[in-house]
Nanobody, 125 residues
Framework: VQLQASGGGLVQAGSSLALSCAASGRTFSRFAVGWFRQAPGKEREFVAGFSRSGNSQYYADSVKGRFAISRDNAKNTLYLQMNSLKPEDTAVYYC???????????????????WGQGTQVTVSS
């Protein structure tokens, strides 16, 4: 499975940005999927994710109410809509997917085998 993330950029605080992650090589529909981010000098952290069934969504407390994850299985694409961006949201954002990740591990980066290349999001104050 190949994942290609896109949509990052430089925006001002309070702005919105939408990220996409296109999957190829294998159908995405039965994968647990997630967005993670890594700021300079910090560990990679969970942002948002879907369980394998797609029925459950999960968010980090820091983005709840501002970010929305969605998926289009017909297009094999994962999305992350980011609203009310803050400077502390600045990071490289990665998408990840894996058909073996169980619900309790959706937020664990170590559980995923397939990763996109990352897209930079920079939020200026």
């Amino acid at each position: 499975v190949q994942l290609q993330a896109s949509g990052g950029g430089l925006v001002q605080a309070g702005s919105s940005l939408a990220l996409s992650c296109a999957a190829s090589g294998r159908t995405f529909s039965r994968f647990a999927v997630g967005w993670f981010r890594q700021a300079p000098g910090k560990e990679r952290e969970f942002v948002a994710g879907f369980s394998r069934s797609g029925n459950s969504q999960y968010y980090a407390d820091s983005v709840k109410g501002r970010f929305a994850i969605s998926r289009d299985n017909a297009k094999n694409t994962l999305y992350l809509q980011m609203n009310s961006l803050k400077p502390e949201d600045t990071a490289v954002y990665y998408c990840a997917g894996d058909p073996t990740v169980i619900t309790s591990s959706v937020g664990m980066s170590s559980a995923y085998r397939y990763w996109g290349q990352g897209t930079q999001v920079t939020v200026s104050s």
